[in-house]
């Protein structure tokens, strides 16, 4: 069975940074395109960013274009995402999962493949 399994989160001030990590067992991530979710209580997950199974194309919710940053190392076979300058509308659970990339008539945007893959997430509380 597999599971994603998220880390890194944390409590930090506004303007902090973290850097969050994603690997799975049995899941090669560099076989998919991956996306970093999030999602807090009473409402819907929603896409931060995604990147490409080639690894040549990422994409950003406008909310953190800027301040995050999505990477791979297909070595370490894990996910990661780079949080800069954090804002307490930050404050999360946030998930990876590997995802498919459709295009759409407002861009790019990257739907969870599985549902059974969901790990517990790692959650980023930004203070102000």
């Known amino acids: 069975q597999v599971q994603m399994l998220e880390s890194g989160g944390g409590s930090v001030q506004a303007g902090g940074s973290l850097t969050l990590s994603c690997t799975a067992s049995?899941?090669?991530?560099?076989?998919?395109?991956m996306g970093w979710y999030r999602q807090t209580p009473g409402k819907e997950r929603e896409v931060v960013s995604f990147?490409?199974?080639?690894?040549?194309?990422?994409g950003y919710a406008d909310s953190v274009k800027g301040r995050f940053a999505i990477s791979r190392d297909n070595a370490k076979n894990t996910l990661y995402l780079q949080m800069n300058n954090l804002k307490p509308e930050d404050t999360a659970m946030y998930y990876c999962?590997?995802?498919?990339?459709?295009?759409?008539?407002?861009?790019?945007?990257?739907?969870?493949?599985?549902?059974?893959?969901w790990g517990r997430g790692t959650q980023v509380t930004v203070s102000s």
């Open positions: 999962a590997p995802c498919g990339v459709m295009e759409t008539t407002t861009g790019r945007r990257c739907d969870p493949l599985f549902p059974s893959y």
């Open positions: 990147l490409t199974r080639s690894g040549r194309n990422t």
């Open positions: 049995e899941l090669p991530l560099d076989d998919y395109s």
